[in-house]
């Protein structure tokens, strides 16, 4: 008979893997495995298994599950510092091992309507990898955008445009629509109430054409910088609006041409750098904003 070693016959250790706290963290802020696993761009099940393991690794659940959503426990509660904390330690860890040691500022723009949904990415991405760079942040209506970078006040930018610059990359194509308040007919008002954006900008000359082609009396009662602003608009019932199908909701209705409204040419989001700027800032800063908008979340 063959003696079993004393190394074979000891037991693993048990290890509380950085990929396991991941998972935990994405489904824990997301509230629910379908969200948390777009998060991590896994699949559900996968992510299911990876907390399967965290939990037979604990003796104890770290969810709750109700309805289509997940609550932490007590012990997920007390676990959720320390994946925080352990995660990025990690990530501080590598990007300073990493680090090319980028140094400088850059001043970036990005439309309002993204403030809470791709911006919080694109910063927390960047100022992970590139500790040293100065990062100023413009959150706001994008019509001036493409003036302020000829000018040199912004060095990126990202904003709505009819057409797609051949120095531009384009970050996603959206349908634009007629909208009206689900609790109002203000679109059977003559002359029709119009909420537009108060600068000069294609969407604000596009709306306005259209109206004029069709004959139909109408008046702007409503003007803001924003898309927020306009929404306001339509959600008050004072007016209809053109908006973006990514800011479309629930208490909105979509004017079509039954309505006696036509179809509005596509919005392309177009991502530009100003001419001058160095090219190792650029590029990361562009990988920023790319990957913070393929992520399957990023929406407005």
Request: aromatic share 6%; with cysteine.
């Amino acid at each position: 008979m063959v003696a079993m070693s004393k190394t074979n016959s000891l037991p693993s250790p048990e290890k509380l893997e950085s990929e396991l706290l991941r998972t935990f963290l994405a489904v824990a802020e997301a509230g629910s495995f379908t969200r948390g696993a777009d998060r991590i761009f896994r699949s559900q099940s996968a992510a299911s298994l990876q907390i399967k393991r965290l939990e037979s690794l604990l003796g104890q659940p770290v969810f709750e599950r109700h309805g289509r959503g997940v609550a932490l426990t007590p012990v997920g509660e007390r676990l959720r510092p320390v994946a925080q904390s352990a995660v990025q330690l990690l990530d501080g860890a590598l990007a300073e091992l990493k680090s090319n040691r980028l140094e400088g500022s850059i001043v970036i723009a990005i439309p309002d309507e993204y403030g809470e949904t791709i911006l919080p990415q694109v910063i927390a991405r960047f100022a992970r990898d590139h500790p040293n760079v100065e990062l100023a942040v413009q959150c706001a209506s994008s019509a001036g955008f493409p003036q302020a970078l000829e000018r040199g006040e912004l060095d990126v930018a990202v904003y709505d445009a009819e057409s797609a610059d051949p120095n531009s990359i384009l970050l996603r194509r959206q349908k634009t629509f007629w909208v009206r308040s689900r609790h109002h007919l203000v679109h059977e008002h003559d002359p029709l109430p119009l909420a537009l954006f108060d600068r000069a900008c294609w969407w604000r000359d596009r709306a306005l054409e259209a109206f004029a082609a069709t004959g139909r009396k109408f008046r702007v009662v409503y003007t803001s910088e924003s898309v927020a602003g306009v929404m306001a608009a339509i959600d008050a019932g004072i007016a209809i609006g053109l908006l973006g199908e990514s800011s479309l909701k629930d208490d909105f209705v979509v004017l079509s041409k039954a309505d006696g409204f036509a179809a509005m040419p596509d919005s392309k989001l177009v991502l530009h750098c100003r001419d001058g700027l160095e090219a190792p800032l650029a590029t990361a800063m562009v990988t920023a904003i790319k990957e913070a908008f393929a992520n399957p979340l990023a929406v407005a």
